[in-house]
Protein backbone atom coordinates (compact mmCIF):
# COMPACT_ATOMS: atom_id res chain seq x y z
CA UNK A 1 0.00 0.00 0.00
CA UNK A 2 1.44 3.17 -0.95
CA UNK A 3 1.74 6.44 0.50
CA UNK A 4 2.88 9.70 1.32
CA UNK A 5 6.35 10.44 2.50
CA UNK A 6 7.97 13.41 2.67
CA UNK A 7 11.77 13.38 2.19
CA UNK A 8 14.31 16.29 4.06
CA UNK A 9 17.62 15.71 2.61
CA UNK A 10 20.36 17.88 3.48
CA UNK A 11 23.42 18.28 2.16
CA UNK A 12 26.46 20.33 0.82
CA UNK A 13 25.43 22.26 -2.46
CA UNK A 14 27.39 20.33 -5.06
CA UNK A 15 26.66 20.43 -8.83
CA UNK A 16 24.87 17.18 -9.64
CA UNK A 17 23.39 16.17 -6.26
CA UNK A 18 19.45 16.66 -7.51
CA UNK A 19 20.27 14.22 -10.46
CA UNK A 20 21.81 11.87 -8.34
CA UNK A 21 18.62 11.96 -5.78
CA UNK A 22 16.41 12.11 -9.17
CA UNK A 23 18.22 9.24 -10.31
CA UNK A 24 17.99 6.77 -7.50
CA UNK A 25 14.20 7.58 -7.29
CA UNK A 26 13.56 6.58 -10.77
CA UNK A 27 15.22 3.47 -10.82
CA UNK A 28 12.55 2.32 -8.29
CA UNK A 29 10.21 3.76 -10.36
CA UNK A 30 8.91 6.58 -7.90
CA UNK A 31 7.83 9.57 -8.92
CA UNK A 32 8.46 13.10 -7.73
CA UNK A 33 5.38 14.71 -6.81
CA UNK A 34 7.07 18.06 -5.52
CA UNK A 35 10.64 18.84 -5.40
CA UNK A 36 11.67 22.73 -3.48
CA UNK A 37 16.05 23.23 -3.04
CA UNK A 38 16.64 25.95 -0.41
CA UNK A 39 19.37 27.25 1.99
CA UNK A 40 18.45 25.80 5.51
CA UNK A 41 19.39 27.63 8.81
CA UNK A 42 22.10 26.07 8.97
CA UNK A 43 25.04 28.01 7.03
CA UNK A 44 26.31 26.00 3.39
CA UNK A 45 23.96 23.21 4.33
CA UNK A 46 21.06 22.85 1.54
CA UNK A 47 17.49 21.76 1.79
CA UNK A 48 15.39 19.27 -0.46
CA UNK A 49 12.33 18.81 0.01
CA UNK A 50 10.67 16.13 -2.10
CA UNK A 51 7.57 14.51 -2.07
CA UNK A 52 6.92 11.06 -3.34
CA UNK A 53 4.21 8.43 -2.98
CA UNK A 54 5.24 4.41 -2.14
CA UNK A 55 5.53 2.11 0.39
CA UNK A 56 6.91 1.94 3.77
CA UNK A 57 9.85 -0.23 2.38
CA UNK A 58 10.32 1.18 -0.69
CA UNK A 59 10.93 4.65 1.63
CA UNK A 60 13.31 3.31 3.73
CA UNK A 61 15.31 1.50 1.24
CA UNK A 62 15.62 4.66 -1.34
CA UNK A 63 16.44 7.10 1.87
CA UNK A 64 19.16 4.81 2.80
CA UNK A 65 20.41 5.16 -0.46
CA UNK A 66 20.53 8.57 -0.88
CA UNK A 67 21.73 9.14 2.32
CA UNK A 68 25.29 7.31 1.16
CA UNK A 69 25.79 9.99 -1.62
CA UNK A 70 28.27 11.93 -0.61
CA UNK A 71 27.06 15.26 -0.67
CA UNK A 72 24.14 14.30 1.25
CA UNK A 73 24.80 14.85 5.40
CA UNK A 74 21.41 13.84 6.08
CA UNK A 75 17.92 12.11 5.06
CA UNK A 76 14.71 12.61 7.31
CA UNK A 77 11.78 10.74 6.59
CA UNK A 78 8.15 12.47 7.53
CA UNK A 79 4.54 11.38 7.03
CA UNK A 80 1.85 14.06 6.73
CA UNK A 81 1.40 14.22 10.35
CA UNK A 82 5.09 14.48 11.35
CA UNK A 83 5.20 17.98 9.19
CA UNK A 84 3.93 21.10 8.76
CA UNK A 85 4.01 21.93 5.22
CA UNK A 86 2.39 24.92 2.33
CA UNK A 87 3.13 25.50 -0.83
CA UNK A 88 2.70 28.78 -2.86
CA UNK A 89 0.23 29.70 -5.88
CA UNK A 90 -0.03 32.60 -8.04
CA UNK A 91 -2.85 33.37 -10.33
CA UNK A 92 -2.81 35.81 -13.55
CA UNK A 93 -6.59 36.88 -14.14
CA UNK A 94 -7.69 39.77 -16.12
CA UNK A 95 -8.24 43.56 -15.05
CA UNK A 96 -11.68 43.86 -17.12
CA UNK A 97 -12.89 40.62 -15.52
CA UNK A 98 -11.72 41.46 -12.40
CA UNK A 99 -13.52 45.21 -12.46
CA UNK A 100 -16.26 43.96 -14.15
CA UNK A 101 -18.18 42.59 -11.08
CA UNK A 102 -16.83 42.27 -7.31
CA UNK A 103 -16.88 38.42 -7.55
CA UNK A 104 -13.95 37.83 -7.43
CA UNK A 105 -12.73 39.99 -4.97
CA UNK A 106 -15.38 38.09 -2.92
CA UNK A 107 -13.48 34.79 -4.39
CA UNK A 108 -10.09 36.23 -2.85
CA UNK A 109 -11.46 37.40 0.00
CA UNK A 110 -13.29 33.68 0.88
CA UNK A 111 -10.21 31.76 0.20
CA UNK A 112 -7.50 34.41 2.16
CA UNK A 113 -5.63 34.89 -0.73
CA UNK A 114 -4.12 38.59 -1.70
CA UNK A 115 -3.78 40.61 -4.56
CA UNK A 116 0.20 40.89 -4.90
CA UNK A 117 -0.10 43.60 -8.49
CA UNK A 118 -2.93 45.29 -10.34
CA UNK A 119 -2.42 46.50 -13.67
CA UNK A 120 -4.50 47.73 -16.62
CA UNK A 121 -4.80 44.37 -18.38
CA UNK A 122 -3.81 41.70 -15.56
CA UNK A 123 -4.20 41.11 -11.74
CA UNK A 124 -1.97 38.65 -9.81
CA UNK A 125 -3.71 36.74 -7.02
CA UNK A 126 -1.14 35.06 -4.27
CA UNK A 127 -2.56 32.02 -2.37
CA UNK A 128 -0.52 30.25 0.60
CA UNK A 129 -1.78 26.78 1.82
CA UNK A 130 -2.27 22.95 1.03
CA UNK A 131 -2.61 21.64 -2.85
CA UNK A 132 -6.24 21.19 -2.45
CA UNK A 133 -6.80 25.19 -1.32
CA UNK A 134 -4.68 26.35 -4.38
CA UNK A 135 -6.25 24.33 -6.53
CA UNK A 136 -10.22 24.89 -4.96
CA UNK A 137 -9.27 28.15 -5.77
CA UNK A 138 -7.74 27.78 -9.54
CA UNK A 139 -11.42 26.08 -9.70
CA UNK A 140 -13.42 29.17 -8.56
CA UNK A 141 -11.44 31.55 -10.68
CA UNK A 142 -11.44 29.32 -13.69
CA UNK A 143 -14.70 30.92 -15.21
CA UNK A 144 -13.10 34.09 -14.71
CA UNK A 145 -10.53 33.71 -17.37
CA UNK A 146 -7.01 32.79 -15.69
CA UNK A 147 -4.14 33.84 -17.73
CA UNK A 148 -1.61 31.77 -15.66
CA UNK A 149 -0.94 29.85 -12.61
CA UNK A 150 1.81 28.23 -11.09
CA UNK A 151 2.31 26.63 -8.23
CA UNK A 152 5.48 25.75 -5.66
CA UNK A 153 6.16 22.44 -4.44
CA UNK A 154 5.94 21.85 -0.66
CA UNK A 155 8.14 23.87 1.40
CA UNK A 156 8.50 22.23 5.18
CA UNK A 157 9.33 22.26 8.86
CA UNK A 158 8.85 19.28 11.34
CA UNK A 159 6.91 18.80 14.55
CA UNK A 160 9.80 16.95 16.09
CA UNK A 161 11.96 19.15 19.14
CA UNK A 162 15.08 17.73 17.79
CA UNK A 163 16.27 19.60 14.63
CA UNK A 164 19.18 19.54 12.17
CA UNK A 165 20.85 22.07 13.88
CA UNK A 166 21.50 19.76 16.72
CA UNK A 167 22.38 16.43 14.89
CA UNK A 168 25.22 18.65 13.30
CA UNK A 169 26.51 19.17 16.17
CA UNK A 170 26.23 16.06 17.20
CA UNK A 171 27.86 14.65 14.37
CA UNK A 172 30.89 17.37 15.01
CA UNK A 173 31.47 16.70 18.52
CA UNK A 174 31.69 12.52 17.45
CA UNK A 175 34.10 13.96 14.96
CA UNK A 176 36.60 16.16 17.14
CA UNK A 177 36.27 13.10 19.83
Do not use: C
Request: no cysteine; hydrophobic share 40%.
Amino acid sequence: MTKEFTLSLFSENHIGLLNQVTNILARRKININSLVASESAVKDVYLITVVVHTTDDLIVKVSKQIEKLIDVLKVFVHEANEIIHQEIALYKVRTDELMASNRIEQIVRNNNARFLEITPDYAVIEKTGHKNETSALFDELHPYGVLQFARSGRVAITKQIKELIQYLEEMDIGKNK
